[in-house]
Structure formats: C-alpha cells, structure tokens
C-alpha cells in the first residue's frame, strides 16, 4: 500500500510554467511505473505523461512541453509543465501502477491515485 500527496497546482497565464511534486509514501523505493493523468471538465481522465524502466512517455498535446521525472532518494515523482495552454487546464493526479515495471500511455493501469491538484491556464 503507497499513499501519494501531490502538490503544485495552482494558476497561471499562458506561456508560464508549473512544476507538480508527488510525494510516494509506502513502498516508495520499488521501481514500479509511475505518471500523471488529468481531468478537465465534462472529460475523461487521460494519461498525460508516464515514466518506468528507464523510459518516459508523453501525450501527444504536451510534448516538448511537459517533463516527467522520478527522484528516488526524495520518493519524488515530478511534472514540469512549460509553455502553458488554457486547454491544459484540469485537475491533475499522480498515479502508481505497481504491478508493472514498464508502462506506456496504454498500459499503465493505476492501482494507487493521489488526491488530485488543480491546474488552471488562462489566456
């Protein structure tokens, strides 16, 4: 059992940048594949970025823009959010797929969510 606590969320005009933290509480020293998904209004939940075995994968909307990342030591998972559209406004959470190592955008399948964190852009 892990308990994930997000934090960085927060309101920014467009172009501006936001960097969301995940801290992993539990077995945070399993290499398990991790990411993040967001939820706009009246929309499904979609994996925005994932990262495990040595791999990182994005959506094809934040490319270029958004950087996903893991420090060990700190227990840490990490999205650095550049170049920030209003159509990346949404909620955003932290997930952990224990049950693999490797995961892409279509396979990771999160067996534990953290509480979510707001994003809103404005243009």
């Known amino acids: 059992q892990v308990k994930l606590v997000e934090s960085g969320g927060g309101s920014v005009q467009a172009g501006g940048s936001l960097r969301l933290s995940c801290v992993v509480n539990?077995?945070?020293?399993?290499?398990?594949?991790m990411g993040w998904f967001r939820q706009a209004p009246e929309k499904e939940r979609e994996a925005v970025a994932t990262t495990g075995n040595g791999q990182q994968f994005y959506h094809d909307s934040v490319k270029g823009r958004f950087t996903i990342s893991r420090d060990m030591a700190k227990s840490t998972l990490y999205l650095q959010m550049d170049n920030l559209k209003p159509e990346d406004t949404a909620v955003y959470y932290c997930?952990?797929?224990?049950?693999?190592?490797?995961?892409?955008?279509?396979?990771?399948?999160?067996?534990?969510w953290g509480q979510g964190t707001q994003v809103t852009v404005s243009s």
């Open positions: 539990g077995e945070s020293r399993s290499r398990y594949c």
């Open positions: 997930a952990a797929d224990r049950r693999r190592l490797w995961c892409d955008l279509e396979t990771i399948e999160s067996t534990d």
